[in-house]
């Protein structure tokens, strides 16, 4: 079974850093790009982060460049957020994300489209002094 | 910057047809995704590249897109369809991804 699972979600003061973790299984991690979107309490979904399979390639949201590093470590099949200079708006639920593929017949090869097709749980910050 | 548009609320009766529509000035030159999510759970993919349907979701979902606008199409709508539904795209590059507000389907 294809599964995410995040951690490392906290509360943290204003300005505090936190790092989130989230370990995939029963996939090749390593070919897959990875994602993090974060929704804030009653509100809806906001991309924060993408990274490429080897991590050289990372985009990330505007409010986050600068503040959010994305990153992962695929002999531990595992991706990261480490966010710095954290405040009140960043509170949210983050979910780690796999980018989806889909297998072309015609071509007999698979493609990479812009969304994702698992999503973790979700890891909840709360930024609050 | 990019946005995409959603109604804030679509409302359907059992049976019916539920269209949530999904407008950007970019629609057009990438692909669509959407997403269903229940109170309390993980966003679920419903619908990527506009129109495709991914492995176990039913046939009763749809989605086209005419150009400017991108649709996801309930047919004959079940209780269990009441969700928020969420597109999502990329900007030109496809590097900048993006969401809409969301939409909040209500089964009367």
């Known amino acids: 079974e294809v599964q995410l699972v995040e951690s490392g979600g906290n509360l943290v003061q204003p300005g505090g850093s936190l790092r989130l973790s989230c370990a995939g299984t029963?996939?090749?991690?390593?070919?897959?790009?990875m994602t993090w979107v974060r929704q804030a309490p009653g509100k809806g979904l906001e991309w924060v982060a993408n990274?490429?399979?080897?991590?050289?390639?990372?985009y990330y949201m505007n409010s986050g460049k600068g503040r959010f590093t994305i990153s992962r470590d695929n002999a531990k099949s595992s991706l990261y957020l480490q966010m710095n200079s954290l405040r009140a708006e960043d509170t949210a639920v983050y979910y780690c994300?796999?980018?989806?593929?889909?297998?072309?017949?015609?071509?007999?090869?698979?493609?990479?489209?812009?969304?994702?097709?698992?999503w973790g749980q979700g890891t909840t910050v709360t930024v609050s002094s | 910057s990019y946005e995409l548009t959603q109604p804030p609320s679509v409302s359907v009766s059992p049976g019916q047809t539920a269209r949530i529509t999904c407008s950007g000035d970019?629609?057009?030159?990438?692909?669509t995704c959407w997403y269903q999510q229940k109170p309390g759970q993980a966003p679920l993919l419903v619908m990527f590249k506009d129109s495709e349907r991914p492995s176990g979701i039913p046939e009763r979902f749809s989605g086209s897109n005419s150009g400017t606008v991108v649709t996801l199409t309930i047919s004959g709508v079940q209780a269990e369809d009441e969700a928020d539904y969420y597109c999502q795209s990329a900007d030109s590059s496809g590097n900048h991804w993006m969401f809409g507000g969301g939409t909040k389907l209500t089964v009367l």
């Open positions: 029963g996939f090749k991690f390593e070919t897959h790009w």
């Open positions: 994300a796999r980018r989806g593929a889909y297998y072309d017949v015609l071509t007999g090869g698979f493609y990479y489209y812009y969304g994702v097709d698992v």
């Open positions: 970019e629609v057009s030159k990438q692909y």
């Open positions: 990274i490429n399979q080897d991590g050289n390639e990372k």
